[in-house]
Each structure stands twice: as C-alpha cells, then as structure tokens.
DNA sequence: CTGAAAGCGCTTACAG
DNA sequence: CTGAAAGCGCTTACAG
C-alpha cells in the first residue's frame, strides 16, 4: 500500500517554521540562517521528503525535462547510430539535472502525429525538444518554433531565420567530401560516383554539394549518371547500387553518403559476385558502429556525433534556463578512418 | 515571443459555458450534450488549447508516463540490444497513450544515484517503472516497492514476493539450455563449457543452474573447471575463454551466457589462431543483432525480447490504471537459431 | 445537464 | 530572517 503522501505543510509543521521557510530551503535562498535551514533539512531526510514536481511546474518552475524527437520512417530499432544518439543526450542532459522523453515519430507529416507532438509541448510537458532526423524544413518543427517553443534540431539550416529560440546543429560535409574525394583522387582515382542521400534534408543537399565542389577542386568531372539518388538506409543503398551496375560505363570508386548506404550497396555487389574494394572502391560516413566489423571492413568519414549532441544538449539547456545566449555555430567534425574498402588504381 | 497561455477559464468564458464544463468536455464525460461539446471543442481548437498537464496531474490525473532504467555499468551505448530495449519499451507505450522517460543507472549501488532515481519516483514524475539489467535483489528497487511505486522488473524471481505493485518477466533459461545442450550434443558433443553470466543476476544462475540440468538430462558431465565465471559482456568474454585455453583438457563445444560473451570468446581463440567451429564449437544466447553478420555466423538461442517488453509495458501500465489485475507471468521464450559458429564432431 | 467552490502542493512577492 | 496569502491551472464531488 502506498503511504499518504508527505507534504511540504506536514515538513513545515513538524520542522516548527512555515512552509515559505521549507520552499525556501528546498530552493537554496540564502536568507536561511544554517541553523534554520539544519532543522529543515533533517525533517526533509527523515521522512523523504521530495517536493511534488507538478505542484513546483505549476508554481512556474521548469520541469526539467527535455524531448528527444527521432524523425524516421521505420530502421529507429535497427540502427545502432540511433543507440548512440539515444544514448548521448540522455548522459549530457542528465549531467545538467535533466531527463528525457525519448519520442519516434514515424511520418511527421501525418496529422496525429503531429498534433500528439504539439501536444507534448503545450500540455508543458517538457521545457524544450530535440530533433533528429527532419527534413531541412520542416513544418511541424517550424509551427512549435513560431508559438516558442525552444527547439534544438540538428542537421538543419534555414537562412534568415535565427529565432532566439531555434538552435541548430550541422555537419560539415564540405571538409567530409573533400576528405572523401581527395583521398579516392589520392589513389589515382579519376571516375568517381555517388550514391546520395535523402535530398529533403540537408545533409543529402550538402553531401552532393561538397561532392561536386571536391571534384572540381581535384579537376574531376562529376557525371550526372553516376549521382545516384536514394534516401539515407541500407535498402537504398542496395537499390542504387543494382541501378549503377545497369549502366554500360562504370566509375572505379563510390562514395556513399553513408555508411549504411554502403553496407546495402555492397551486398549488392557481392550478389553479382563483385569484389570491393577489387572491382569497385567505396567509402561511407559516419563510421557507423559496424563499419569495422564489416566485411570488408569499410573506409569511412567519421563524424563526431558525441561531441555535437553535447554542444546542442548544453545550448538547449542553457537557452531553456537563461532565454536567449550568444551563441557559436554547432557543428560535427569529419576525419577520414582509413579500412579495407578502397584500394588504389594502377594507371593503364 | 512565447503567446500568453490560454487557460480553461478563458476558453470557458469564449465558449459561453463554466470550466467545469470545459474540464468535462475535455475529459469525455458522457453527461454532456453533443451541442454542448460541439461548442466547446469548437474554441478548443479554435485556440489550440491543450490542458496543462501539471495542473491536471496536481488535480489527481496520471502523469501517463513510465521510466525506463537501463542498469548497466558502461556498456549501455555500445550494444545494440539496448536500443531495441528502448525503442520496443517506447512504441508500445507510446501504443496506451504513455511517455518514456529513458534512464541509464551505471551503478545501482552508489548513492547519490540511488537518491535521484528514487526523488523521479517521489516528486511523482512517472506513474510507474520498468527496469532492465537489474540484480535479481536490488535493494533500490526493493525500497521502491516498499513504498507502493509499481515497477516492472525484467529478469526476476523473488520467492514470496508478489507484492501487487511489483511486475517480473522472466526469460526461460531451462528451455533455452535444453535447446543448446540437446543441439550440440545431437552433433556427437559430449565435451561442453560453459562460459557464464553474472551470476547476481537470475539469468546468470538460471542459465548454469539449466545447463547442468540439460546436461544430466543428456547424461553427460559438467566439468567444474569447464565452467568459467564471468559477466554479461564482450571482454568478460574474452578473459573467460583466455581462462579456458589455458587448460591443459578443453572441451569440444561451449555454450556461451549470450552472444557478446561470445563474441568476446571467439576473439580471443581467433587471436590465437584458434578456428570456430572448427576446433571448438560455440552457440550463444540472444540472438543479438550482430550474431547472423558476426565471423563465422553465430548459432544461437534466441530470445523474443520484443514479445516479452510488449506484455511487460502492457501489464504495468495497466496496473497503473487500474491497480492490481489478474496477472499472467510474463515470460521471454527460447528458439534455436542454427549458423556457422557450431559443428558435428567426427567420433573417433 | 451545469455552475460555484474546494482542493491538489508548491513558490514567491509582500509585509513585517 | 520569516510568515500569511495569493496564485499557478486543472478536476471533481456537491448542489441544484
């Protein structure tokens, strides 16, 4: 059976002073004298006391609680990136005193979904929300920024709009594809493809944007029937991959716009009993968990995710207590992990 | 700018009728007429108003969300289990109208650790608890329970106590052994190890104690000395089967307390140019994400970790609402997975 | 069917 | 330094 629930009143009466002096000495004022505070404190640990979290939201303190939003379609179980990513803001938000509501939002353009979204913000659920996974603009995102609501997104950039209460994350994938290319060039490569990502975030935009500008810069020609589309998963990578091989002219090198692109863009190739990095060169990015462990075991772009969701964790934290700081550009760094998929050419 | 909230009263006062009204529209109370409720649900949406959830739950309504403690000393972001853990517990949540508030306990013992995970419990931010990777007897969770919280505990067994508010799920390691035991020794194996669990916890136990059962069952011998102690995890793994070659008799086949075990084990024979299963068979426990990609493919018993966490959240949230119910237990079943890590041995 | 009112458990000006 | 009191936004008997 659950025991009657203490309150502050009951603290108050059996610690001799008011319930003012209990709230404040839960609440750290210094104008307790020690001796007071002492007294107070002695009845709070001995009878457990811990003050009601809804009764102190409603008396206007935060709930310190913040919501973790990954947006996608249906791998959220499968993939181990997500883990880490779970994983990461909840360790950095609960070093701050935080917690957090972990949310998988399968389509963020269904109705209900949204409105249960929305829903969590309103109701004053949480203090602020995180977003994983969105297209670059995304309207549900966009409507909670309007009534608000801080939002930390990551992978987004939106010119013009720097709401006080919008903060943003990216990757820098320029410094991630020259990496890429200049490395596949390194190895005499000159015919060099890609395999895309989702062109709706902005990541998918930046990957082939880098891609082009770090081919130009080596003075490498991009051609068109080698950028192939796709979204960010295994499967697409597989599909890609089957549409690359169609083709009658093959580049010697890919880069896939990530890793998990990768993985399903060489099971594609090993059903055709293709060779990699023998036949065909690939790297990826991220360095996803199983990148090492993969047969072969794959070259990548690492991106420094850890580092990211701390900077964007804190910010979130800090602008939900102090409103408004200045604030540096948070972006994910890439370096090149050299492995097993890319071998160099010998000219002919 | 955040808008000005609105409140009931104020929709009450756009809609012509009192707050009670509002409330009982908002709570689907059947003694309002449909032109009533049209009205009010009119503004209410007219105006996006969504209750505020501290209010309500200070006026006596669940707070509809659950916590989920992963109790793991470091490992927690590095396994892939655990995000499927997460992610099952979320979505069938999510599914009753529920919340997750996702916790990572390093250590049980400590504390200060203690202190916060009991105060989320205390300032009654979640309505209830389900914890994974716990000691069969926890005493964090034994005082949450004193206290009339309800937690859900994955992977206990407490003779005797079956307070209501208490909730277990266990796995079934008796048949899980029989299906290992019986599979490698109907491949001519008569020589079989184990590398165990920890044993603090009921799998570790129930699984040796259903080993030596399975292997009496099949009339073999347990041999102590081929019975190494260990925990959940990769590198115990490793050790364990460091422990192992450095016998002077080693048996032909060993069953492994789950697959990161088995992983760590098979690393270490790799290492010394052992092969599996060529010089020593293996078969796991799990059936862990890595396992069917894993060198050489791991044989194993798998477990319905999805099944198990739909019934486990199903039941607790229930228990919530509506106290104590009939209950059935609540058990994870076994399959044998068949791949590469296992072979018949050639009687001589 | 519906409103007025009490109550949930805190915090924080306000006054002393 | 400290208490009395108002207020946060809801829900739910109670009375009609």
Same mark, same amino acid.
């Not at 004298?33 to 404190?41: D, F, G, L, N």
């Not at 179980?77 to 990461?88: A, G, K, P, R």
């Given at each position: 059976m659950k025991k009657t629930e203490i309150n502050s009143i009951e603290i108050a009466r059996l610690a001799g002073v008011s319930r003012s002096t209990v709230s404040r000495v839960i609440n750290?004022?210094?104008?307790?004298?020690?001796?007071?505070?002492?007294?107070?404190?002695?009845?709070?640990?001995?009878?457990?006391?811990?003050?009601?979290?809804?009764?102190?939201?409603?008396?206007?303190?935060?709930?310190?609680?913040?919501?973790?939003?990954?947006?996608?379609?249906?791998?959220?179980?499968?993939?181990?990136?997500?883990?880490?990513?779970? *994983?990461?803001?909840?360790?950095?938000?609960?070093?701050?005193?935080?917690? *957090?509501?972990?949310?998988?939002? %399968?389509?963020?353009?269904?109705?209900?979904?949204? %409105?249960? *979204?929305?829903?969590?913000?309103?109701?004053?659920?949480?203090?602020?929300?995180?977003?994983?996974?969105?297209?670059?603009?995304?309207?549900?995102?966009?409507?909670?920024?309007?009534?608000?609501?801080?939002?930390?997104? *990551?992978?987004?950039?939106?010119?013009?709009?720097?709401?006080?209460?919008?903060?943003?994350?990216?990757?820098?994938?320029?410094?991630?594809?020259?990496?890429?290319?200049?490395?596949?060039?390194?190895?005499?490569?000159?015919?060099?493809?890609?395999?895309?990502?989702?062109?709706? %975030?902005?990541?998918?935009r930046t990957k082939y944007e880098g891609f082009q500008h770090a081919m130009k810069q080596r003075g490498l020609a991009v051609r068109e029937q080698w950028a192939i589309p796709g979204d960010f998963h295994k499967e697409s990578g597989y599909q890609a991959m089957t549409r690359l091989l169609e083709q009658s002219e093959l580049p010697t090198a890919i880069v896939a716009a990530n890793d998990s692109i990768a993985f399903g863009a060489i099971r594609a190739m090993k059903e055709r009993g293709l060779q990699v990095p023998g036949d065909l060169s690939i790297i990826g990015f991220d360095d996803h968990a199983l990148s090492s462990m993969h047969q072969p075991a794959l070259t990548t772009i690492k991106v420094d995710f850890p580092a990211m969701l701390q900077q964007l964790t804190t910010t979130l934290i800090q602008t939900i207590e102090n409103g408004t700081i200045t604030r540096e550009p948070i972006v994910a760094g890439s370096t090149l992990i050299i492995r097993q998929s890319c071998s160099p050419i010998t000219p002919k």
């Open positions: 750290n004022y210094t104008n307790v004298p020690p001796a007071t505070r002492e007294k107070v404190m002695r009845v709070i640990e001995a009878y457990n006391y811990y003050p009601n979290l809804s009764a102190q939201v409603l008396a206007g303190k935060k709930t310190r609680t913040i919501g973790l939003f990954l947006i996608d379609a249906g791998h959220v179980s499968s993939d181990m990136l997500t883990n880490m990513l779970i *994983v990461n803001v909840i360790e950095h938000a609960s070093a701050l005193g935080y917690y *957090v509501l972990t949310n998988i939002i %399968r389509n963020p353009s269904d109705s209900d979904t949204c %409105r249960s *979204v929305k829903e969590i913000f309103y109701q004053r659920r949480i203090d602020g929300g995180v977003f994983i996974g969105a297209a670059n603009h995304e309207p549900l995102i966009e409507d909670l920024i309007a009534e608000g609501f801080v939002a930390a997104v *990551v992978d987004q950039e939106l010119p013009g709009h720097d709401e006080p209460n919008r903060i943003t994350a990216n990757y820098d994938n320029q410094t991630g594809m020259e990496l890429a290319v200049n490395y596949l060039a390194d190895l005499h490569h000159t015919s060099i493809g890609i395999l895309n990502g989702d062109m709706k %975030r902005l990541s998918g």
